[in-house]
């Protein structure tokens, strides 16, 4: 996964092994995790904040997490307390590192004049469309804006008039002078600034320039005095700009590194297209569980530690390349197994009635909180002659291999009794009710002659139960990638994705949980309580269910 076979690490690190052993920044390793607050994060950034923290941790350094605001009209402070909330979720800390981009829009400023001084930038006067028709394209170079020679006094001039308000929204831009033939169209003259007459989220109205993003990413870098800036592919062809705006400024200059963005089957990782999902009313917010943010993430009950699990196995690479949706649903299964307490549920409730128990019988079984952890110990759950197994656990007329409930035969009631069906009560073809006739001496569920039962269901005591509304879901696109299919992304979304129960019942143990937790349905998967839970309605999200696809791919392969 992009390790050196050799010494099991990957590229980065074996960077900064050598950077560490000849010396190179005295030793030091600092990062920094740099999400633009124009939306909320997805799993592909908990890649890049596990990977630059994770970095940090493992050399003694130091990571910083740094808003790049640099856009004030797609910027907003709902999307910056979300990133906060996410990075520390994940469970990194930053420190008294928290810092923005617009920290530094009075250092930009004075480094843009410096610039304009060397006769390195020049003010133009052409719009968006005649800038992009003077780039050219990748087979035909550029041409010079007919500005691009204006004596330095003039640019220095505009430049500051532009600063101080006397312009119109793109009347005119500050513009690098490079090379308008250059290979790399990133280096053909960029725009260094715009005229934005728009309210930023920290600065307020202090400012109608505004810095575009290649400008400032390498000069944040330099001024934090970040050792190894780490970034995604799609940068790679910026890294000669950012490097010749340091090297002209003579500023600290930090290393680039890129690697290959994380792709997930049945996903999509456009911030732009997940937003068109929520505005488009798809999903139920960025929080959606059915969404790829960490907060979707979150809410449907996936824990931090097996996200920062996933983001280690899938290692860091040059090359990018797709990783399958379940080992990452591996890896959540993998926790929640080992962490998370077991209660019964059932979500499709049929009557069973035990003929041979008492009108007002009552116990209590002692059943183990979690076989994955002993120390979790035991509690007791409520048995009475009225109880409720799953609809889909009785056949009338039952295949051979149907080894669950079905007229005359026998199966165990987990942690409870052996019980044989007797009757069964219809309404027509529908089965309301069934009659059951429990052994009596299986107490605890085993047979006192040593009998073999195949069959074991879950149960919840009708007397006792709790009622709850269950949502289930399932991938939110059909197909592995949505983007590369003809048409919209959305023309793709599993129709399937959400499945919501109500009049699902529980038992009472369940109703004393609060939001956020999570445990398991014996045989049905694993859950969370979800936010909207309040004191009249019970609302609990399935997380995840039992089957292990990809380990099984393992196996086969």
Same mark, same amino acid.
């Given at each position: 996964m992009g390790e050196d076979e050799r010494s099991g690490k990957d590229f980065i690190r074996e960077i900064i092994d050598e950077h560490n052993r000849t010396g190179k920044y005295d030793g030091r390793v600092h990062t920094r995790f740099p999400p633009e607050p124009n939306g909320y994060l997805h799993i592909g950034h908990a890649k890049s904040i596990c990977?630059?923290?994770?970095?940090a941790e493992e050399y003694g350094g130091k990571c910083n997490l740094r808003f790049d605001d640099?856009?004030?009209?797609?910027?907003?402070?709902?999307?910056?307390?979300?990133?906060? /909330? %996410?990075?520390?979720?994940?469970?990194? %800390?930053?420190?008294?590192?928290?810092?923005?981009?617009?920290?530094?829009?009075?250092?930009?400023?004075?480094?843009?004049?410096?610039?304009?001084?060397?006769?390195?930038a020049y003010v133009d006067d052409l719009n968006a469309e005649e800038i992009s028709e003077y780039r050219g394209n990748v087979t035909t170079p550029g041409?010079?804006?007919?500005?691009?020679?204006?004596?330095? /006094?003039?640019?220095?001039?505009?430049?500051?008039?532009?600063?101080?308000?006397?312009?119109?929204d793109g009347e005119k831009v500050l513009r690098a002078k490079i090379d308008m033939g250059h290979p790399n169209m990133n280096m053909r003259d960029p725009v260094m600034y715009r005229i934005l007459h728009a309210s930023h989220h920290n600065t307020g109205d202090k400012w109608c320039v505004y810095p575009m993003y290649d400008w400032a990413h390498g000069l944040e870098d330099s001024i934090e005095g970040i050792t190894h800036s780490i970034c995604t592919l799609e940068f790679e062809n910026h890294h000669p700009l950012y490097d010749w705006f340091i090297e002209e400024l003579g500023v600290y200059h930090p290393l680039q590194i890129e690697f290959a963005r994380l792709n997930?089957?049945?996903?999509?990782?456009?911030?732009?297209?997940?937003?068109?999902? +929520?505005?488009?009313?798809? +999903?139920?917010?960025?929080? %959606?569980?059915?969404?790829?943010?960490?907060?979707?993430?979150?809410?449907?009950?996936?824990?931090? /530690?097996?996200?920062? %699990?996933?983001?280690?196995?899938?290692? +860091?690479?040059?090359?990018?390349?797709?990783?399958?949706?379940?080992?990452? /649903?591996h890896c959540v299964r993998e926790n929640l197994n080992k962490t998370s307490p077991r209660f019964m549920g059932v979500l499709d409730p049929l009557k069973v009635t035990i003929e041979n128990l008492p009108d007002d019988h009552e116990e209590f079984m002692d059943v183990v909180n979690n076989p994955e952890d002993e120390s979790a110990g035991k509690r007791k759950v409520p048995f009475s002659k009225e109880i409720y197994i799953e609809r889909n656990d009785f056949m009338e007329e039952p295949f051979k291999k149907f080894f669950r409930l079905a007229p005359g035969k026998e199966v165990r009631l987990r942690n409870a009794y052996l019980v044989t069906c007797t009757d069964v009560i219809k309404e027509g073809d529908v089965v309301k009710e069934l009659i059951c006739r429990a052994d009596l001496d299986s107490r605890g569920g085993n047979a006192p002659d040593g009998r073999k039962v195949k069959g074991t269901l879950h149960w919840v005591s009708i007397k006792h139960a709790a009622q709850a509304k269950v949502r289930s879901y399932d991938k939110l696109f059909t197909v592995e990638d949505p983007l590369s299919e003809e048409g919209e992304s959305t023309d793709y979304l599993n129709p399937d994705s959400l499945e919501i129960k109500k009049g699902c019942m529980v038992e009472p143990a369940v109703k004393e949980l609060g939001p956020g937790s999570s445990f398991q349905f014996e045989r049905l998967g694993y859950f969370i309580i979800d936010p909207d839970t309040t004191e009249k309605e019970l609302v609990i999200n399935r997380t995840i269910t039992l089957r292990d696809s990809w380990a099984k791919m393992q196996k086969k392969n």
């Open positions: 990977l630059n923290f994770g970095i640099t856009n004030p009209t797609k910027e907003e402070e709902e999307y910056v307390d979300s990133i906060i /909330e %996410d990075v520390k979720w994940l469970g990194f %800390d930053w420190e008294d590192r928290l810092f923005f981009s617009s920290d530094y829009f009075d250092q930009m400023y004075e480094l843009a004049l410096d610039l304009i001084k060397k006769g390195s041409r010079n804006s007919p500005f691009r020679d204006r004596p330095i /006094e003039e640019n220095l001039d505009l430049f500051i008039r532009m600063k101080n308000g006397e312009f119109k997930l089957t049945y996903t999509i990782m456009s911030k732009r297209k997940l937003l068109n999902l +929520v505005e488009g009313n798809y +999903v139920n917010g960025w929080d %959606d569980p059915r969404m790829p943010s960490i907060s979707g993430m979150r809410r449907r009950g996936y824990p931090p /530690e097996a996200i920062r %699990d996933f983001c280690s196995r899938i290692g +860091v690479a040059k090359i990018n390349s797709t990783i399958a949706f379940e080992l990452l /649903e």
